[in-house]
């Protein structure tokens, strides 16, 4: 500082700040950064010219003025100014205003980070004695600028003197500390609002998981589901769940062995194999938080997060979640609670997709075992109702039902001749016309069915087509006469396959239909028997699994009956 500079400083020296201004308080750098950012905006706004510093003097940022100002204040006579004074604030323990120049003052605020000084942020004020002063006009000439345009733009902020510059030192280290306490409240509001945001996207993901958990015919669409949410919640690059081999066949209903959500960067079958073996590790089922996988460094954020799922000791499934974005990509404790709350749904819906799945298998068991017996009944008839319920089922499909209401009218298929239970072999077994009494027997079995089948638990969609598969298009069909769409979808649907198989099969009056002939009659009985629009769509199914089945039941039969046929 030359000796007239530190006289003036002398002379005009600002009187002290009159109170004590408590330092900001202490917030994330994030948010400390955000505050100085505010400050020197504010300042700028005051017509103040801002420069960002370290405790050397080292400048980290300049002003940000337009124009010719924007110049001046960048030329290196400003920029030594300002680094000088910021070497000599960086030896005092109290930094306060300094006469800088003729008509120039700095004003430091010091940063900080943890208590500890960082930094300054340089404000410099003008009084009308820097104008026309020394400093202005070696500027001007450093930065090639027009000295009287210069002076008259810096004239309109020259309106500060010692004393007002004390004021106003004080005036923004008290802006600074309201702008910290702010910043704590946003920093106490954001870390409530994540809170909230964090139970409120827990409770969402819980709920609609629990909600999921009703269906358990489809244990892919859940695990996909869940995937997609955690990915989504925790903001992981991608979510997986791995369910083990079992040795009992439809113990795990879970027909992929590893379902993945996103893009991982690691190939599908290393990242089943790595599972295999860090979980052959795992003491006691407890999380594994790796930085290797599979013999190499874990890709991406460098962490894979795996909550095992156990049985018995072993290991049952495991979700495994990596790639983590964010602000944080570090996996937290947050992280931890809710993969380990997924996966409890996914070990408790995998148990009861299971419990499901076998009791299912028994159910069907049972229909497909009194199916068996009734067929049994007439020794032409071998196979009769699983090959009515597959036709059935896929005309179903062919026109338009879904897959699950597909796989019902297959069960209706499948019980569809229950009731022949109640009409004597003798009658059934035939050779000859049978007489009316006869005729009418056999007339009953669709109600006998019917009565059969009322009670038992979720078989009520399903009795139409028991009831209602001998009606005729034309309303001269049994047990009810009705005709047209009136007939339950159900019952058209086993009307056409029953009778496809029947004219396709040896019975006991007379020999199995050639293909083309099968065909032909059943165009021919559309609008009459059968539903002509659902017949149009059967002539055109593949019957090459039907063949298939054919030659399975044949080659069941006793060598007479295949001799027979």
Same mark, same amino acid.
């Given at each position: 500082? +030359?000796? %007239?500079?530190?006289? /003036?400083?002398?002379?005009?020296?600002?009187?002290?700040?009159?109170?004590?201004?408590?330092?900001?308080?202490?917030?994330?750098?994030?948010?400390?950064?955000?505050?100085?950012?505010?400050?020197?905006?504010?300042?700028?706004?005051?017509?103040?010219?801002?420069?960002?510093?370290?405790?050397?003097?080292?400048?980290?940022?300049?002003?940000?003025?337009?124009?010719?100002?924007?110049? $001046?204040?960048?030329?290196?006579?400003?920029? +030594?100014?300002?680094?000088?004074?910021?070497?000599?604030?960086?030896?005092?323990?109290?930094?306060?205003?300094?006469?800088?120049?003729?008509?120039?003052?700095?004003l430091p605020i010091e940063e900080s980070h943890r208590r500890r000084r960082v930094g300054f942020t340089v404000a410099l004020a003008f009084g009308p004695g820097a104008v026309e002063g020394e400093l202005v006009s070696r500027a001007c000439e450093e930065a090639k600028l027009d000295l009287t345009a210069t002076r008259a733009a810096l004239r309109a902020r020259a309106r500060f003197d010692g004393e007002s510059c004390a004021a106003?030192?004080?005036?923004?280290?008290?802006?600074?500390?309201? $702008?910290?306490?702010?910043? /704590?409240?946003?920093?106490?509001?954001?870390?409530?609002?994540?809170?909230l945001t964090d139970s409120y996207e827990t409770i969402d993901l819980l709920y609609t998981l629990g909600r999921s958990m009703n269906d358990l015919t489809q244990p892919d669409a859940f695990v996909g589901r869940l995937c997609e949410r955690v990915r989504f919640t925790l903001g992981f690059g991608w979510v997986g769940v791995w369910a083990a081999?079992?040795?009992?066949?439809?113990?795990?209903?879970?027909?992929?062995?590893?379902?993945?959500?996103?893009?991982?960067?690691?190939?599908? %079958?290393?990242?089943?194999?790595?599972?295999?073996?860090?979980?052959?590790?795992?003491?006691?089922?407890?999380?594994?938080?790796?930085?290797?996988f599979a013999g190499q460094p874990v890709p991406g954020t460098g962490q894979l997060l795996i909550q095992p799922i156990m049985r018995d000791g072993a290991p049952l499934a495991a979700v495994i979640a990596g790639d983590k974005t964010g602000d944080d990509p570090q996996v937290s404790s947050y992280d931890i609670q809710l993969l380990e709350a997924a996966a409890g749904f996914i070990g408790a819906f995998l148990d009861n997709s299971a419990l499901y799945a076998e009791q299912r298998a028994m159910f069907m068991g049972t229909l497909e075992a009194l199916t068996a017996a009734i067929d049994a009944k007439d020794r032409y008839t071998c196979g009769h109702s699983q090959r009515v319920?597959?036709?059935?089922?896929?005309?179903?499909?062919?026109?338009?039902? +879904? +897959?699950?209401?597909?796989?019902?009218?297959?069960?209706?298929?499948?019980?569809?001749?229950?009731?022949?239970?109640?009409?004597?072999?003798?009658?059934?077994?035939?050779?000859?016309? $049978?007489? /009316?009494e006869e005729f009418a027997a056999i007339k009953l079995h669709p109600e006998i069915g019917h009565k059969i089948l009322r009670d038992i638990p979720r078989l009520e969609d399903i009795l139409p087509g028991v009831l209602h598969h001998h009606e005729r298009f034309d309303g001269r069909g049994y047990p009810h006469g009705i005709s047209g769409e009136d007939i339950p979808i159900f019952g058209r649907l086993i009307a056409i396959a029953d009778t496809f198989d029947a004219m396709s099969s040896t019975r006991s009056y007379r020999s199995a239909m050639p293909r083309p002939a099968v065909l032909a009659e059943l165009q021919k009985s559309a609008g009459t028997q059968l539903d002509p629009r659902l017949v149009a769509l059967f002539v055109k199914l593949d019957l090459g699994t039907y063949d298939r089945m054919v030659a399975q039941h044949a080659a069941a039969q006793p060598p007479a009956m295949r001799n027979a046929a």
């Open positions: 500082m +030359s000796p %007239d500079v530190r006289n /003036e400083h002398q002379a005009g020296e600002p009187p002290a700040a009159s109170g004590v201004i408590p330092a900001p308080p202490p917030v994330s750098p994030r948010f400390a950064q955000a505050v100085m950012e505010r400050m020197r905006d504010r300042c700028r706004r005051m017509g103040l010219a801002v420069w960002k510093c370290d405790n050397t003097g080292l400048l980290l940022s300049e002003p940000e003025e337009p124009g010719p100002l924007g110049l $001046l204040f960048r030329s290196p006579s400003f920029m +030594s100014l300002v680094g000088g004074a910021v070497r000599g604030w960086a030896d005092e323990k109290a930094p306060d205003v300094r006469g800088l120049s003729d008509g120039c003052w700095g106003l030192r004080e005036s923004l280290l008290w802006m600074l500390h309201d $702008l910290g306490a702010l910043a /704590e409240h946003e920093q106490t509001t954001a870390g409530f609002t994540k809170q081999a079992e040795e009992r066949p439809g113990r795990l209903a879970m027909p992929s062995r590893l379902f993945i959500d996103g893009n991982p960067p690691i190939e599908k %079958d290393k990242v089943e194999a790595g599972l295999i073996d860090a979980l052959a590790n795992a003491s006691g089922g407890r999380r594994l938080i790796l930085s290797t319920a597959h036709l059935a089922q896929n005309l179903a499909l062919a026109a338009g039902l +879904s +897959s699950e209401q597909a796989e019902r009218v297959r069960i209706a298929g499948l019980v569809h001749d229950v009731g022949k239970i109640g009409v004597p072999e003798a009658v059934l077994c035939k050779t000859g016309r $049978l007489s /009316e």
